[in-house]
């Protein structure tokens, strides 16, 4: 089975910066992997995915996150830079059971626990 596990969420203030790690297991290169946030009484939105010709950012992002993946660890990155208070949320990784391009969270099969982005 699929298993992701977020780290790299804390508090930071405005402006500072944090690197997210998901490291996943029982998953395949094809999988598509993605970062959302939730924040209370928000809706998830998708971040950024990485697919084959293009990286989705959410315009929100835009400019100050990157997301990268590293196959060969089998870990997926979210460098987070000029982090603002709204930025804060639970950061979730997520997987699709085939390759795809998306930022719907209703495409992904797989969720891992979150990790809390705080900036104040």
């Known amino acids: 089975d699929v298993q992701l596990v977020e780290s790299g969420g804390g508090s930071v203030q405005a402006g500072g910066s944090l690197r997210l790690s998901c490291a996943a297991s029982?998953?395949?290169?094809?999988?598509?992997l993605a970062w959302f946030r939730q924040a209370p009484g928000k809706e998830r939105e998708g971040v950024a995915t990485?697919?084959?010709?293009?990286?989705p950012y959410a315009d929100s992002v835009k400019g100050r996150f990157t997301v990268s993946r590293d196959n060969s660890k089998n870990t997926m990155y979210l460098q987070m830079n000029s982090l603002n208070p709204e930025d804060s949320a639970m950061y979730y990784c997520?997987?699709?059971?085939?390759?795809?391009?998306?930022?719907?969270?209703?495409?992904?099969?797989?969720w891992g626990q979150g990790t809390q982005v705080t900036v104040s």
């Open positions: 990485i697919c084959i010709l293009k990286t």
């Open positions: 029982g998953y395949t290169t094809r999988m598509a």
């Open positions: 997520a997987a699709m059971l085939q390759t795809g391009c998306s930022l719907r969270a209703s495409d992904y099969n797989y």
